[in-house]
């Protein structure tokens, strides 16, 4: 499938600040291209995603999430749609749209089927009760400015069965209030932005260790010296011997030595192991968001890489991917975390400065996230092309929902 168009992702909070959501939407080569919103441009989009996070045997590979897509009304009845689950489909649509009695009927069948609708820029007081027949979401222009007003607004719509969806959310302050409001909310770079808080910072006893190890790992320590350190923590312990007799891991047997573990494992899976516990040893006042985009990130950047490197040293560059959040992760600096770990040059010239021979990648994954103006020159410079790099978002998505998992 020939595409010139890249993939680009914003998350869909809760009021816990979990992603229950993606909005994907395709990123116009320049500005002065048409908008986004061709029927056939959008309809290669949907069949796309289609084939590759709906599995022939797992079936959606993304989980629990919920993919939200921009949609145009000559699209709607596109056979593609039939190829994703509908309880986890939602096409965005404007309002304005359903005064065409046919974009209407189209919208009420895909409802009846189970596809959601999100129905944006709707004058909620005309369409009053009929709005739950049409859209399961509504999107809601969110200012912090007057939120009793915006509240008296809403009240009527949190006792229906459609949910609501804010935008723009620029700052933590405004996604409490949505979240007081009953919103979830689509958080553009704020969920890059970590939220303040009152625990505190530094290493906790779990990250303490884990750091121990990577460090051991990084100089070629002998087995038995980071079995011995392993013992010393039953958690990380278990843990070690629960992913290597994961089904993705596929030993093929029992293991129920730490000493079989860590020979299985060999040093490079291991400290990219070890790269992602550090992430999720995080402290109470981490945001899920976070972590889940660091998992993303990893990956992306890893799968962007190993063309031209190949897997095995493309691991460094899931390691950088990892790294380049951490300090937000762990509430500390960049510095800090360099200090405290021992990482080659190249990884750190890529964490520091995207510069060396990992920074690109990592950068090219980082702009994916921020719909940056960046991403078809950062694709161009490592002669990516357009889907090269949205299969790789998209299986780094299915990939991530995996480690959660």
């Known amino acids: 499938m020939h595409q010139t168009n890249f993939l680009v992702r914003e998350p869909l909070l809760d009021a816990q600040q979990r992603v229950v959501g993606y909005e994907l939407c395709w990123q116009q080569p320049s500005v002065s291209a048409p908008a986004a919103s061709s029927a056939d441009a959008l309809e290669s989009l949907i069949g796309f995603v289609a084939e590759q996070v709906v599995d022939d045997d797992d079936g959606w590979r993304l989980r629990d999430k919920t993919l939200f897509l921009e949609a145009v009304p000559a699209m709607l009845s596109t056979d593609a749609l039939y190829r994703l689950p509908p309880e986890r489909t939602v096409l965005s649509i404007k309002a304005a749209e359903l005064a065409n009695p046919d974009t209407l009927s189209a919208v009420q069948g895909l409802r009846a089927g189970g596809v959601g609708i999100l129905l944006r820029d709707a004058d909620l007081a005309r369409i009053g009760t009929r709005l739950p027949s049409i859209a399961s979401y509504v999107e809601v222009r969110f200012s912090g400015a007057d939120v009793g007003a915006q509240a008296r607004t809403y009240a009527a719509l949190k006792q229906s069965t459609v949910g609501m969806v804010a935008r723009p959310v620029s700052n933590w302050a405004d996604f409490d209030a949505c979240a007081a409001l009953g919103l979830n909310a689509f958080v553009g770079k704020l969920h890059l932005t970590p939220r303040p808080s009152r625990d505190t910072k530094g290493l906790n006893p779990a990250q303490t ?197």
């Open 209 to 405: 260790i884990i750091m121990q190890l990577m460090q051991m790992v990084r100089q070629n320590a002998d087995l038995p010296q980071l079995e011995a350190v392993l013992k010393r923590d039953a958690t990380l312990s278990y843990k070690l011997l629960r992913f290597i007799n994961s089904a993705g891991f596929g030993a093929g047997r029992e293991i129920q030595s730490l000493k079989q573990a860590l020979t299985l494992l060999g040093y490079t899976p291991l400290y990219r192991w070890l790269t992602l516990l550090l992430a999720t040893a995080s402290t109470s006042g981490y945001s899920p968001v976070l972590l889940e985009t660091a998992v993303v990130r990893g990956r992306l950047a890893e799968l962007l890489g190993q063309g031209a490197m190949g897997k095995s040293e493309a691991e460094n560059i899931f390691v950088a991917g990892m790294f380049s959040l951490l300090d937000r992760l762990l509430g500390i600096s960049m510095e800090e975390v360099l200090a405290n770990v021992q990482l080659t040059d190249d990884v750190v010239a890529a964490l520091l400065t995207r510069s060396g021979k990992y920074g690109p990648y990592l950068a090219l994954a980082e702009a994916c996230e921020l719909n940056s103006d960046l991403v078809a020159s950062l694709a161009a410079t490592l002669k990516l092309s357009p889907l090269d790099v949205n299969k790789a978002h998209l299986s780094a998505l299915a990939w991530a929902q995996n480690v959660a998992a």
